[in-house]
């Protein structure tokens, strides 16, 4: 979808897209730091790797910049399904080979493992290296994160035949820091965790994307950017969001540049505090863009009569839609009972991305009609990478609307 303020800013593409484009690549040092570590762990055999980074921080994109350097020589497989049981860690891992065909009927866990360990050691003897990414894997169970402890046990007296990358959120750490996943823990060779942006570095990052969607570098004031690195915590993805409507804001508002006090609407908007307290933020009248006028009709307007109900002419008979209205107004808990297991389900950009699709389907925090809830839940559970996760969101709130139409 092309942003309305493209043309204004003179954009040829969307500068601030929250999906991952190699076109718009942008390295922190955080991030040349990992893709460092995790080349160097996979081409020399260094067995088990753990990356972790908050939601939004761009584990997604070094991946693929790691993908796109690793060297033809080495196979791999991407994991990105839940994964239940050790036996479905095995198929999916054989199915990512290309061991086994996807769907077919399933085989005992001995089958699978017989499977990979002959694909690894002829992949070994003709040269090949093997690497396994398996992402979300803070929502793994102990017993699969111990199966794939035991996939590590493909060696020969040398070296690892198959490398394994663990790529999570924080509570990842966590998860292997407990006394049950020790073994696991002393495996792991190398680890990374992607920082946030530094101020230099959103400053840069803006400027990037900006030049690379055919526009100024200049559109965001200095004073505009310390608010978006304040408000957004150098996460890249919050960055992107901020972005994006300050530039739909200061289209509206007919300016060039997009200043602090836009960036603090948007963060308003977005709920978001940046470990400040929450003040109002003084609007601006946005000017009102010239329309056709309609042409003025010259024979008088007959004006109806009120409806009558029951044949009843004074005022307390005509029909007010005061009540429809009201009722058709989904309560402001319901949507902040729905924000809050959005949070839990997928951390803070849950807020995120509730506030852009309430936004979307045409609605405020304060006012959400009813009758789009149903699709408010759908689309917001599109966002829930895990199934399992996703499906219990997408169930719950559902169950919790039925419940508030009953009332």
Do not use: W
Not at 302 to 314: F, I
């Amino acid at each position: 979808m092309i942003p309305v303020y493209n043309a204004y800013f003179g954009f040829s593409e969307a500068p601030f897209n929250i999906t991952p484009d190699p076109s718009f690549l942008y390295q922190s040092e955080s991030h040349r730091e990992g893709l460092a570590q995790l080349l160097y762990g996979i081409n020399a055999r260094r067995g088990f790797i753990v990356l972790t980074g908050e939601v939004g921080t761009g584990k997604t994109t070094l991946i693929q910049a790691l993908l796109r350097q690793l060297d033809a020589n080495t196979q791999t497989a991407l994991i990105f399904s839940a994964i239940t049981n050790p036996v479905d860690l095995l198929r999916y891992v054989c199915e990512e080979f290309a061991l086994v065909e996807p769907m077919r009927a399933a085989l005992e866990a001995h089958d699978y493992i017989s499977l990979l360990n002959e694909f690894l050691l002829r992949g070994y003897r003709a040269g090949e290296n093997a690497a396994l990414i398996i992402d979300e894997a803070q929502n793994l169970s102990a017993d699969v994160l111990e199966s794939i402890r035991l996939l590590s046990n493909f060696e020969t007296p040398k070296d690892k035949l198959l490398q394994i990358l663990l790529v999570g959120q924080p509570e990842l750490t966590d998860r292997l820091n407990t006394p049950q996943l020790r073994q696991l823990r002393q495996r792991v060779t190398l680890r990374h965790r992607l920082r946030p942006l530094s101020l230099a570095e959103c400053r840069e990052y803006i400027a990037i994307r900006l030049k690379q969607a055919g526009g100024s570098s200049t559109i965001f004031s200095p004073g505009a950017i310390d608010e978006i690195h304040q408000f957004s915590g150098g996460i890249p993805r919050l960055i992107n969001v901020i972005c994006d409507n300050a530039m739909i804001n200061a289209y509206a508002l007919d300016h060039r540049e997009v200043d602090p006090l836009i960036i603090q609407e948007v963060a308003e908007d977005l709920c978001l505090t940046g470990g400040r307290s929450r003040s109002p933020v003084p609007r601006r009248e946005k000017p009102v863009r010239p329309e056709p006028q309609p042409k003025v009709r010259t024979e008088p307007i007959k004006t109806p009569p009120p409806p009558l109900v029951n044949g009843n002419s004074n005022g307390a008979g005509i029909e007010s839609n005061a009540g429809v209205s009201a009722h058709a107004v989904l309560p402001p808990s319901f949507l902040s009972s729905l924000r809050e297991a959005l949070i839990d389900a997928m951390g803070p950009m849950g807020q995120i991305i509730l506030a852009e699709q309430v936004k979307l389907l045409g609605g405020s925090m304060e006012r959400f009609p009813r009758e789009k809830v149903t699709s408010l839940i759908d689309s917001v559970s599109r966002e829930i990478f895990d199934a399992s996760i996703r499906e219990r969101f997408r169930q719950s709130m559902s169950n919790d609307f039925r419940r508030l139409q009953k009332n």
